[in-house]
């Protein structure tokens, strides 16, 4: 392998506390100084800023793996903290045997059949918020709304009881820092781990899931001899991890971006069926999931860069985005944009296998608002909960005026 072919290095590091709160001029610096960049404070660490060599490896399975982590740690080198995800770090053939059962559990044809529960959940939710906002002048978009929606319609599908469904939320935390460095966010995040990682795996386990739930399913296929039976509790805890944070970070963000942008919203509300494509679009512009790392299985090359065996690629989905090689005006949110293309459910194999859920409840609860909400203004200055793969909100103070 010619190594004297030169990848530009930058000494940027995606984890710092000011490139967490805002990573666009991050993101730039990367995507301009080249398809493939070095960066210099992790040592051999590649990443990807662009959208093309970002779907290109996404899209790479064989070259680039994930059963080495996903995160910025590889398990080559390192034990993981907990055992593997049975879905996300594996590579085929065992992802493929694993994968197809969860699919169909997720499958659109399911997700059809619980769109009518999905759709009262919200309307109920969003009745309740107006009228708080019309009580007390305001709301918390995530307290009120991002929050509480996904924590109650997902683990209901799912089949968990009702009590400790907070324990989720500190799970996904905890999760989705660790695929970052070992910095003060995890440790943070991580200060209750023994007694969270011991519930999740409880409720992982058959008897604490209603018959039929989506995790019931998961044993079933288990009983048809279609999955190892001894993986099924975990593939359980993959719903758990990836189901609830995300979506509560995608809505929560949805709502961002049509507070900030009234023009969009008046046109949601004048036309109820932009909602599928404003969450969309909300998920391209301010992604939720924005990093994700593949790991090279052998010396390969990313546009003819040279990339030695092993080496962790860090691929910025958010950034990709935001590329104005692949979108035209990618800083602007347009909901009648239909991004198709973009990277925030992933891409390839390992595609967010729970994307038509995320995409339901998304568009549910937009179309709820849509309906009863004429305008939803900025009541108040936002703060954001760091953390080393989401971009995520923690106050988002908003005023819904109803119809
Ligand atoms: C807005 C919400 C969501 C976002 C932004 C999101 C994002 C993603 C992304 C980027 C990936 C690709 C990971 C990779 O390639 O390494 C992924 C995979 C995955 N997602 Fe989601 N997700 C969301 C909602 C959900 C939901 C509701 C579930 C429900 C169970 C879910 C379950 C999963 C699982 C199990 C995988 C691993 C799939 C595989 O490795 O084959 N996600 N998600």
């Not at 299985?297 to 003819?304: F, M, P």
């Not at 935001?322 to 909901?335: C, L, N, Q, S, V």
């Amino acid at each position: 392998m010619n190594d004297n072919l030169n990848i530009p290095e930058l000494d940027i590091d995606p984890y710092s506390e000011e490139n967490l709160l805002d990573p666009y001029p991050m993101h730039e610096r990367m995507r301009e100084a080249g398809p493939v960049v070095r960066l210099t404070p992790y040592g051999d660490l590649l990443a990807c800023a662009r959208h093309a060599e970002t779907h290109a490896v996404f899209n790479d399975h064989v070259r680039f793996i994930s059963s080495a982590g996903v995160g910025l740690t590889n398990f080559n080198l390192e034990a993981p903290f907990r055992p593997k995800s049975l879905i996300l770090e594996v590579d085929p053939p065992l992802h493929t045997q694993n994968r197809a059962v969860l699919s169909r559990i997720l499958s659109p044809k399911v997700v059809m059949q619980i769109r009518a529960a999905f759709t009262a959940e919200a309307e109920a939710l969003v009745d309740r918020c107006l009228e708080k906002s019309v009580a007390h002048d305001q709301i918390d978009g995530i307290e009120d709304l991002a929050q509480p929606y996904p924590l109650k319609v997902f683990p209901d599908a799912v089949g968990l009881g009702d009590d400790g469904r907070e324990n989720l939320l500190i799970y996904g935390d905890m999760i989705f820092n660790s695929m970052g460095p070992r910095n003060e966010l995890l440790a943070k995040s991580t200060a209750r781990v023994g007694e969270v990682t011991q519930w999740i795996m409880v409720h992982c386990q058959r008897d604490q899931l209603r018959p039929g739930g989506f995790g019931d399913q998961i044993y079933q296929a288990a009983d048809a001899g279609e999955i190892d039976p001894q993986h099924a509790p975990l593939l359980v805890r993959s719903f758990l991890s990836a189901g609830v944070d995300t979506t509560i970070n995608g809505i929560g963000n949805a709502l961002y971006s049509l507070a900030h942008h009234p023009d969009q919203y008046a046109m949601l509300h004048a036309d109820h069926s932009l909602a599928r494509p404003a969450f969309e679009e909300a998920l391209r512009w301010e992604s939720t999931v924005q990093t994700f790392f593949r790991t090279a299985a052998g010396d390969c090359e990313i546009a003819g860069l040279p990339v030695r065996d092993n080496t962790k690629v860090l691929c910025m989905l958010a950034s990709a985005n935001r590329d104005p090689r692949k979108w035209a005006e990618p800083t602007r949110f347009d909901i009648q944009r239909r991004p198709s293309g973009h990277m925030a459910l992933g891409s390839g194999i390992h595609g967010c296998v729970g994307q038509a859920v995320a995409r339901l409840e998304g568009e549910v609860v937009l179309t709820a608002l849509a309906k009863r909400v004429k305008r939803i203004e900025v009541a108040g200055v936002h703060t954001r909960r760091l953390n080393n793969t989401l971009r995520a909100l923690d106050t988002l103070p908003l005023r819904l005026i109803p119809v």
